[in-house]
């Protein structure tokens, strides 16, 4: 029988393979070590390949598109409540294939080698921001223990450590002051990284014309606009604007029954990396719209007014992410009305 949709659970070592029929049949399974993957699907006529977004996902789902299938990501989420009986490789096979030809379900989008570059860009940003933090905070503990404290801010950590290296007061061992210097010699190291991998991310901006184009709209920087294309690519996983906004967490909860809808608080859901820069830009904006009497400044000032400064950010958070989705699928550049 011919079939229709293979749904593959990758792994690092083995991989298990389930193939369905036009009906869901289940025609044949077989597990795969990773050097008989590609191979197996070169040799298999075209079909549609069902894949979990996970870890390695793209690189996966990019090398079986040049095999000449179709390739479908399916969120974890989604495979879950497919997989029927003990929980095996071949189960879970089986769940993504289902899952796979479920018209209500969307597929996440492939990412490119551009996207992946600028992804582990600002995850190794993001890792060193993690542990410059997590090395002022030691200080300041190691600090207190002495009797004296430091205010919070890696700005304040950098001022306070060379006061305390050259006071003479002994309240701090020269033994402990030995510590500190070392301490010191990993701030600064950490400094040079995430300043690096900072410069790193806006030359990629200057050469990437989506992300130009992004940044005319108010908010968007050279961090904001390359995370977002990281997300979003060239928006054709998405049907509209507010696709990409809900996909990101940035509209309300709903809980409805009955014929009565109710909205609450924003959902959270999806890159909170992404959703984080695009409140801190929106914040931005909506701070410095009370000067302004464009349309734009009149619109948020009123939702300051009537909502509040916060659901204001949000708002226009959602927008920002709406306008980012426009620009990147048509080509234009952000015109204010």
Same mark, same amino acid.
């Given at each position: *029988?011919?079939?229709?949709?293979?749904?593959?659970?990758?792994?690092?070592?083995?991989?298990?393979?389930?193939? +369905?029929?036009?009906?869901?049949?289940?025609?044949?399974?077989?597990?795969?070590?990773?050097?008989? @993957?590609?191979?197996?699907?070169?040799?298999?006529?075209?079909?549609?390949?069902?894949?979990?977004?996970?870890?390695?996902?793209?690189?996966?789902?990019?090398?079986? &598109?040049? +095999?000449?299938? $179709?390739?479908?990501?399916?969120?974890?989420?989604?495979?879950?409540?497919?997989?029927?009986?003990?929980?095996?490789?071949?189960?879970?096979?089986?769940?993504?294939?289902?899952?796979?030809?479920?018209?209500?379900?969307?597929?996440?989008?492939?990412? !490119?080698?551009?996207? &992946?570059?600028?992804?582990?860009?600002?995850?190794?940003?993001?890792?060193?921001?993690?542990?410059?933090?997590?090395? +002022?905070?030691?200080?300041?503990?190691?600090?207190?223990?002495?009797? *004296?404290?430091?205010?919070?801010? @890696?700005?304040?950590?950098?001022?306070?450590?060379?006061? *305390?290296?050259?006071?003479?007061?002994?309240?701090?061992?020269?033994?402990?002051?030995?510590?500190?210097?070392?301490?010191?010699?990993?701030?600064?190291?950490?400094?040079?990284?995430?300043?690096?991998?900072?410069?790193?991310?806006?030359?990629?901006?200057?050469?990437?014309?989506?992300? &130009?184009?992004?940044?005319?709209?108010?908010?968007?920087?050279?961090?904001?606009?390359?995370?977002?294309?990281?997300?979003?690519?060239?928006?054709?996983?998405?049907?509209?604007?507010?696709?990409?906004?809900?996909?990101?967490?940035?509209?309300?909860?709903?809980?409805?029954?009955?014929?009565?809808?109710?909205?609450?608080?924003?959902?959270?859901?999806?890159?909170?990396?992404?959703?984080?820069?695009?409140?801190?830009?929106?914040?931005?904006?909506? !701070?410095?719209?009370?000067?302004?009497?464009?349309?734009?400044?009149?619109?948020?000032?009123?939702?300051?007014?009537?909502?509040?400064?916060?659901?204001?950010?949000?708002?226009?958070?959602?927008?920002?992410?709406?306008?980012?989705?426009?620009?990147? @699928?048509?080509? $234009?550049?952000?015109?204010?009305?």
């Amino acid at each position: *029988m011919k079939i229709t949709t293979i749904g593959l659970d990758i792994a690092k070592r083995f991989f298990h393979v389930v193939c +369905c029929n036009e009906q869901g049949r289940l025609v044949r399974k077989k597990m795969l070590k990773r050097v008989q @993957v590609l191979a197996f699907f070169q040799q298999h006529p075209s079909c549609l390949v069902a894949l979990e977004a996970c870890a390695t996902s793209h690189f996966w789902a990019r090398e079986i &598109q040049k +095999c000449g299938h $179709e390739v479908k990501l399916i969120p974890p989420q989604h495979v879950k409540a497919f997989l029927m009986g003990n929980k095996n490789d071949y189960n879970d096979a089986l769940a993504i294939n289902v899952a796979a030809r479920q018209p209500h379900i969307k597929s996440v989008g492939i990412k !490119s080698i551009e996207q &992946q570059d600028n992804q582990a860009q600002h995850k190794a940003r993001e890792l060193a921001v993690k542990q410059r933090t997590a090395l +002022c905070n030691q200080i300041r503990g190691l600090v207190a223990e002495y009797g *004296m404290t430091i205010n919070q801010g @890696v700005n304040n950590v950098r001022k306070t450590i060379p006061l *305390m290296l050259e006071d003479e007061s002994k309240l701090l061992s020269e033994t402990f002051k030995t510590i500190l210097r070392q301490l010191q010699a990993q701030l600064n190291a950490l400094d040079i990284c995430v300043e690096t991998y900072s410069k790193v991310i806006v030359e990629t901006v200057k050469h990437n014309a989506t992300c &130009q184009r992004i940044q005319t709209i108010p908010g968007f920087g050279p961090m904001i606009s390359s995370a977002y294309f990281n997300e979003v690519g060239n928006g054709s996983a998405y049907k509209r604007g507010r696709d990409v906004s809900a996909s990101l967490g940035i509209v309300p909860r709903q809980h409805s029954s009955g014929g009565k809808d109710t909205l609450l608080g924003v959902s959270k859901r999806g890159n909170s990396y992404l959703r984080c820069l695009l409140i801190q830009g929106a914040k931005a904006v909506v !701070s410095r719209a009370k000067t302004k009497n464009d349309k734009l400044s009149q619109w948020i000032n009123r939702l300051v007014q009537t909502r509040g400064h916060n659901r204001a950010c949000v708002a226009y958070a959602n927008k920002m992410a709406r306008m980012a989705w426009a620009i990147t @699928v048509s080509g $234009e550049e952000y015109s204010p009305v």
